[in-house]
């Protein structure tokens, strides 16, 4: 075991501030969720024709196909509770009093 004073130190770098990164956002809002329905609808496409080239029996690997199907899987499920925190937040918004 290595005594303590044989430890070099650790060099830190700062944290960047994710408030300024993003106050620094030029898109807005409806920029960002139309951004977000074109990539996962995209990737729901690679996946449907990764499926469509697997049962051709073209090139594509049984565990490509099921890589990019489950990508397609996880960023539908991410754009789902992305859109439900929207409406939750909504609705709290709806919800205040004046």
């Known amino acids: 075991m ?6 070099p130190p650790i060099a830190l770098t700062p ?4 408030a300024s990164e993003v106050a620094n956002l030029s898109d807005s809002f409806q920029e960002i969720l139309s951004n977000m329905v074109e990539g996962v609808s995209g990737e729901q496409q690679q996946a449907d024709q990764a499926i469509q ?4 029996g073209g090139e594509k690997n049984l565990h490509e196909a099921m890589i990019s199907m489950e ?3 996880v960023s ?9 925190k929207a409406l939750e937040a909504y609705q709290e918004i ?3 009093q004046v």
């Open 2 to 7: 290595l005594p303590l004073q044989n430890i």
């Open 15 to 18: 944290v960047k501030n994710e």
């Open 53 to 56: 080239e697997l049962h051709a």
């Open 71 to 73: 990508q397609a899987d």
């Open 76 to 84: 539908l499920r991410y754009m789902v509770q992305v859109r439900n």
């Open 94 to 96: 709806m919800r205040m």
